[in-house]
């Protein structure tokens, strides 16, 4: 079957990729290669590392790829080993990575493999087919709370446990074999108002199956295994290291410790803790509680326990005072009154020349944030990279 297809953010992942001609590429992802095909024609010194534990994706990248070929390596894997398979290919480093997680289009389109709720077939699943876990495994074999688990984190299924439970009743009687069988099973054991959604009803229960028989999100922390993290790195130590290391520094320190406070320094409000050990169980029943009265000398009270739930015979609680900020103290909470923010503003001026410098977060921007929005905020920042 000839697939036409194009992928969704192709654009958007070159222009984040930039590839460069001489540059080493890896698609960990290959599937019908139309990231790869994209990556390998802007090369020409350089090569393309591709990546599918999916026979068929490989058996059809040579077609897929004709004319780049010379600057490609297909590699039969899983990008859980990519440390070993780029050791084994002997690349000590690379200009750029690619996954495109999940399933693929030919994966779904083709019904004899199992991942589709819309055609009939063996219950497979597996992207690998030499793998020996398949969706009939997983589906007959994995115990009623594991089956809820995965269906719930994987799929986000509202009605795991419901589905769950049909899965087990119905498996007692006869084994559940294709696909159109635990389709309608996982129909009929959602309560009427779900089946009306728009989406079909096995949708969030198939992509879960689908993610346990395939271990998509293990692969993933696999091949995060292989990464490098440094921490307690500090960035002024030795700025013309880091420099020379990345096309783009993310800078999210002190937007006027970047520029040696030439402009003189922002100020903050800084917070003291004074900690306890308290001989019980449980003192406020609250993470934190706030003292907003003249009278009381700290701002709140944070029992930690309660941020996890803890159930210790002890409690743990810290009194937060305001404190005073002095330069080399933890910056805090940024005071935005009329003097910091003009002075802020001269500092962005100042960000908004350094070419190969994104400054974000609550110190880069020098603005209070909660952690939702800094989120928020990292995501714009990346959209308005990538577009
Ligand atoms: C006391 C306090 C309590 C908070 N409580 C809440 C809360 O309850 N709920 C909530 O939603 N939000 C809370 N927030 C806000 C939330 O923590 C922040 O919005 C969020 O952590 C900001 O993320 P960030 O990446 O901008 O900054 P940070 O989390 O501060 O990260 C900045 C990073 O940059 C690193 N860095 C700085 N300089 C250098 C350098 N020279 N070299 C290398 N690395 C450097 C730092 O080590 C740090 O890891 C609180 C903030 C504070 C200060």
């Not at 089956?147 to 007692?172: M, N, P, T």
């Not at 960000?351 to 994104?358: C, D, L, M, Y």
Request: a negative charge; one cysteine or more; aromatic letters at 10%.
């Amino acid at each position: 079957m000839e697939y036409t297809h194009k992928p969704v953010l192709l654009n958007e992942c070159l222009d984040a990729l930039s590839v460069r001609p001489d540059g080493v590429y890896v698609d960990g992802t290959l599937g019908r290669a139309g990231h790869s095909r994209e990556i390998a024609k802007r090369l020409t010194a350089g090569r393309l590392i591709a990546i599918d534990r999916d026979k068929a994706a490989l058996d059809e990248a040579p077609h897929r790829l004709e004319g780049y070929m010379d600057r490609v390596t297909l590699v039969r894997g899983n990008f859980g080993d990519l440390t070993e398979i780029l050791a084994g290919l002997g690349v000590d480093g690379v200009d750029g990575m690619l996954f495109d997680l999940g399933v693929s289009s030919p994966q779904l389109d083709d019904g004899s493999r199992g991942f589709s709720y819309l055609q009939d077939a063996p219950l497979d699943m597996r992207m690998d087919q030499s793998a020996p876990l398949t969706a009939r495994d997983v589906v007959n074999g994995w115990d009623q709370e594991e089956l809820r688990r995965i269906l719930w984190q994987y799929g986000e299924e509202r009605y795991s446990g419901l589905i769950a439970a049909a899965i087990v009743r119905e498996r007692a009687r006869a084994a559940i074999e294709t696909t159109g069988q635990l389709a309608e099973l996982i129909r009929s054991a959602m309560p009427a108002k779900a089946r009306r959604e728009k989406q079909h009803p096995a949708k969030r229960s198939f992509q879960a199956i689908r993610i346990a028989v395939n271990d998509e999100l293990g692969e993933v922390e696999r091949m995060l295994e292989g990464v490098e993290v440094r921490l307690n790195e500090d960035y002024f130590q030795d700025r013309a290291k880091w420099n020379a290391m990345a096309e783009k520094i993310i800078f999210t320190g002190p937007i006027d410790a970047f520029f040696d406070y030439r402009l003189g320094a922002l100020e903050y409000r800084s917070v003291r803790f004074e900690t306890e050990v308290l001989d019980m169980e449980n003192f406020q029943g609250n993470a934190v509680v706030n003292y907003t009265d003249a009278e009381t000398p700290f701002t709140r009270i944070i029992e930690h326990k309660h941020f996890a739930f803890g159930t210790q015979p002890k409690t743990v609680i810290s009194r937060e005072y305001s404190a005073e900020w002095r330069l080399g103290d933890e910056p805090y909470y940024p005071v935005n009154d009329a003097r910091n923010n003009a002075l802020y503003e001269q500092y962005k001026a100042l960000a908004e020349q350094e070419r190969n410098v994104i400054f974000g977060g609550r110190l880069g921007s020098y603005k209070y944030y909660d952690m939702d929005v800094v989120i928020a905020e990292a995501l714009k920042c990346v959209r308005a990279l990538c577009t």
